[in-house]
Each structure stands twice: as structure tokens, then as C-alpha cells.
């Protein structure tokens, strides 16, 4: 896989992980206070919890959190000594690329040893680690006034973000419904990003529609901008779920395509899905050489270094775009709406959450750790972090959003739009989800890297996934 230039340094996948895995390292905040034995013998469950709240009710305790690399993640190791000092309870942490993330927590979780006490989790995650008991419901606690400050106004978050994060245990059915598994730190919608100096040049407008999308694609690629070549498109490939999710399904539900529904219909193979699989194999054609392994990770370095013209993916990537430490494209991006197709504009919608372990012999702490974790004060700290699509009414329209995107061109106005108007959950809800799409990721991979067509793909796919729900409904 070719290398990618960022801020003067060349990373390559194999580095970023041995580096990431080098920072990975447990390390512990020290607090004061002496040892509490309740906090480790498993009796801290929110209902046996009286008396008037308090910050230190679990001094002393240890937790251990599992995080994944991101800008909230950043900003919060920054703040943890305040929230050791606020409490008297020390944190341990392990901080992860988000596949590496996900599964040794569920080697964890499975096992219900109980190591990690809270964890960065998401909707597909909520709901296969709900349906065996791994995740603690949230609501006892919630509605505990001995366990919960009554100045973190729970209302304040946006009630899409809470609803995705609200799942009643079933193998197949829509979230909103049933208890809160997790409380949102940052949500993500997907925009087209473009360079603004390469419009300019070309003397093109950013596309409207996704044809014509393809159309700027083709007319850059494999020219020279700044002295740099490149490629008219890049996006994430890789064979697993969350290429499905992101900018591949603002094309695929652009074209109102039906995929996995909420009610358990697979429908891949109708015209619409293949049409609009064929429109992204067109775009992916123009993308780097070896973009069958980018997760959103590669993506994101490669247009950061200035790789690439056109991009679609989570609007919050404007935070590395605009920091001159990161990115050679600062201030060369326009932030457009995703491209309409046949059926208008759409935005598929992930949260990052924070979880906790049913299995934690410290949950009264974990709660403690969650709620300050997802304060207004903590969150709002977060946006000068590169946190910027906030799960707060409050830190959506603070005056440090306004200020710290003041220079970002029209990010502010359209990842607002675009959370309004067209971001949504859009597939089925159920623990098998991520097995699913994992299928269909495969099955596009298959398509874009021309191994396949879409037809032969998708039907291929289309079979193992009705295979996968039919057993869950036996």
C-alpha cells in the first residue's frame, strides 16, 4: 500500500499501528484517598445507592477504560486528572485504533472478567453486546438523583443521539425504543469534501449530484495541483462494516436503494442497490492504488496530505483538514452537502458513545466517570480538541464552536444541515448487524476492486445475509 505524506511525515498502515500500539500502554492517573473495598466486591449497583450525591462516593476505586483513537479521546486524557481530582477515583486506560478497540474489548466482555470497566462503543456495538448481557442499562442510574448531578441535564443531549443509543433486545427492530446502553461524545454525518484551490483551478463548481461527482472526479484525476498529483477520489474500501455505513451509503441511499432494512428485508440486488453500487465502483476507480485496505484512517491521511480532490466521509475529518500539524490542505476545503441522486440527498449517522461493562466490579464509579465524561464542561473542553460535531444542544451553539470553526469555510452551516435534514440510521438494528455488513463489505470491496460484478456480488452476498437472518428468526 503506497505511503501518505502528513506534515512532512510518511505514514504507511504498519507504522501507524506499531505506533499506535506503542501508545497503547495502560498508565495510571494518581488520586487521593484510601482504597474503598465496596467499589470491588461488586455491591455498587445503582438501586442500593442513597443519600444525596456526591462526586466522591467512590473515592478511592481504580477503572479502567477502553478508548479508541479520536479527537474526543484526545481531549478527554487531557482532563482526566481534574475528573481524579473531582472524585478520588483513578483511571486506567487503554487507547486503541477502533478495530483493534473493538475486539479486545469483546474478547473482554465475552469472557465477563470485568478488566475494562467503560469503553467507546456505538450503535452496532450497543446492540451485540446487549442482546448477551455484556452492556449495563443506564436508566437505574440515570433516574438515581443519589447517583446523578442534577446540573448534567440529561435533555440538553439531542434526542437523535440518545434514541440511536436506545435499543430493546430483539433480533431484528430500529433503535429509540426500549433502555439506554451508552451516552453520545460525538456524532458523524457525511459530507462531500472538495478542494476549493483545485475547483478554482479547474474552473469547476462543487457537484450537486452524484453524476456529477463522477464527472469532476474523472476531469482531475491524475493531474497536478501545487506541484503534487492526484487522484480524483478517495474513500474508505476495506471489507467491513464501516464502509458500508459512511460514503458509500450516501450514494446507495441517494438512489433510494433499499439494503437491509429495519424490518429485517434484504434487498441488494434490486435495481436501485445495483445502480447505485455501480455509481460508487465509478467513483472508486479514480482512487489510490490500494484503497481495498483504507479504512477511514488511510482515507482521511490521504487527502489530508493532499492526495486527493474529492472525498465523502464523517464531517468532523474537518478537525485534522484545519490543523496545520496535520494536514496540507488547510484552508482548501469546501464542506458540501452530500451528492443527490435519483431520491434527493442522504446521510447515514454514527455516534461514538461512552458504555459500560455489565461484568465491572465498579459501577457506581464507572457511572460517576461516564457522567462527567459526557458533561457540558468536559464536551464543550473538547471542541478545541478537533471534537466538533457536538451530541449537546449547549456545545452545538456555544460560542466556542462558532469561534474555534470560524475559519472553516461553510463546515459549521452545512454539518448542522446535514444533522437535521438527512442524517439517520439507515439499516437493520440487530446484534448480527456488523456480521451483515461485514458480508456486504466484502461483497463492494469485490465490485470496486473489479473481481466482480455487481450483480454477481451483491446477489452472492444477498443469499448469506437472508441465510444470516432467517436463523436468527428460527
Excluded at 110 to 137: C, L
Excluded at 222 to 243: E, I, L, M
Excluded at 360 to 374: E, G, M
Excluded at 419 to 432: E, H, L, T, V
Amino acid at each position: 500500500m503506497k505511503e501518505t505524506n502528513l506534515g512532512g511525515r510518511k505514514i504507511d498502515r504498519r507504522g501507524f499501528l506499531i505506533g499506535a500500539g506503542a501508545g497503547a500502554a495502560m498508565l495510571s492517573l494518581g488520586a487521593c484517598g484510601v482504597a474503598n473495598k465496596a467499589n470491588n466486591d461488586g455491591s455498587n449497583e445503582a438501586d442500593k445507592a442513597k443519600g444525596p450525591f456526591s462526586w466522591k462516593r467512590a473515592k478511592g476505586a481504580t477503572i479502567t477504560l477502553a478508548l479508541v483513537q479520536h479527537q474526543y479521546t484526545d481531549s478527554l486524557v487531557k482532563q482526566l486528572p481534574e475528573f481524579t481530582k473531582l472524585t478520588g477515583i483513578k483511571v486506567k486506560r487503554d487507547v486503541l485504533p477502533e478495530e483493534q478497540q473493538r475486539e479486545k474489548l469483546q474478547t473482554d466482555l465475552s469472557s465477563r472478567t470485568g478488566n475494562y470497566d467503560a469503553f467507546m462503543t456505538g450503535p452496532a456495538t450497543d446492540w451485540q453486546w446487549a442482546a448477551p448481557g455484556y452492556i449495563e442499562p443506564l436508566d437505574s442510574y440515570l433516574k438515581n438523583d443519589s447517583l446523578t448531578e442534577k446540573s448534567w441535564d440529561f435533555k440538553d443531549f439531542f434526542s437523535g443521539a440518545i434514541d440511536a443509543n436506545r435499543w430493546k433486545k430483539s433480533a431484528i427492530g430500529k433503535p429509540g425504543t426500549g433502555p439506554l446502553w451508552a451516552l453520545p461524545v460525538n456524532g458523524e454525518s457525511y459530507c462531500l469534501f472538495c478542494r476549493k484551490d483545485i475547483l478554482q483551478e479547474m474552473n469547476m463548481k462543487a457537484p450537486e449530484t452524484v453524476d456529477e461527482l463522477i464527472s469532476a472526479v474523472k476531469k482531475v484525476d491524475g493531474k497536478s495541483f501545487g506541484g503534487k498529483k492526484v487522484s480524483g477520489f478517495v474513500a474508505r474500501g476495506d471489507g467491513t462494516w464501516p464502509t458500508i455505513t459512511s460514503g458509500y451509503s450516501t450514494v446507495y441511499f441517494g438512489y433510494g436503494a433499499p439494503g437491509i432494512t429495519p424490518d429485517g428485508k434484504v434487498e441488494l440486488t434490486a435495481p436501485k442497490s445495483v445502480e447505485a453500487t455501480k455509481k460508487w465502483a465509478d467513483l472508486m476507480s479514480v482512487a489510490p492504488r490500494g484503497v481495498g485496505s483504507y479504512t477511514w484512517y488511510e482515507a482521511q491521511n490521504d487527502y489530508a496530505a493532499g492526495n486527493a480532490a474529492f472525498f465523502i466521509d464523517a464531517d468532523h475529518m474537518s478537525a485534522i483538514f484545519e490543523d496545520p500539524k496535520s494536514s496540507s490542505v488547510v484552508g482548501k476545503v469546501h464542506y458540501a452537502l452530500p451528492p443527490k441522486g435519483p431520491s434527493g440527498r442522504a446521510s447515514n449517522i454514527w455516534l461514538w458513545s461512552l458504555g459500560m461493562s455489565a461484568a465491572s466490579k465498579n459501577k457506581v464509579a464507572s457511572w460517576l466517570f461516564l457522567q462527567w465524561a459526557t458533561s457540558k464542561k468536559v464536551l464543550q473542553n473538547s471542541v478545541t480538541a478537533g471534537n466538533i460535531n457536538p451530541t449537546r444542544s449547549s456545545v452545538a451553539n456555544s460560542q466556542t464552536m462558532t469561534q474555534y470553526t470560524a475559519k472553516w469555510g461553510t463546515y459549521n452551516e452545512v454539518w448542522k444541515k446535514i444533522a437535521k435534514d438527512y442524517a439517520k440510521w439507515r439499516f437493520i438494528a440487530s446484534p448480527k448487524f456488523p456480521d451483515m455488513a461485514d458480508r456486504w463489505a466484502t461483497a463492494l470491496q469485490a465490485v470496486v476492486l473489479g473481481k466482480s460484478s455487481a450483480e454477481e456480488a451483491l446477489a452472492s452476498a444477498q443469499k448469506d445475509i437472508k441465510s444470516t437472518i432467517s436463523s436468527m428468526k428460527g
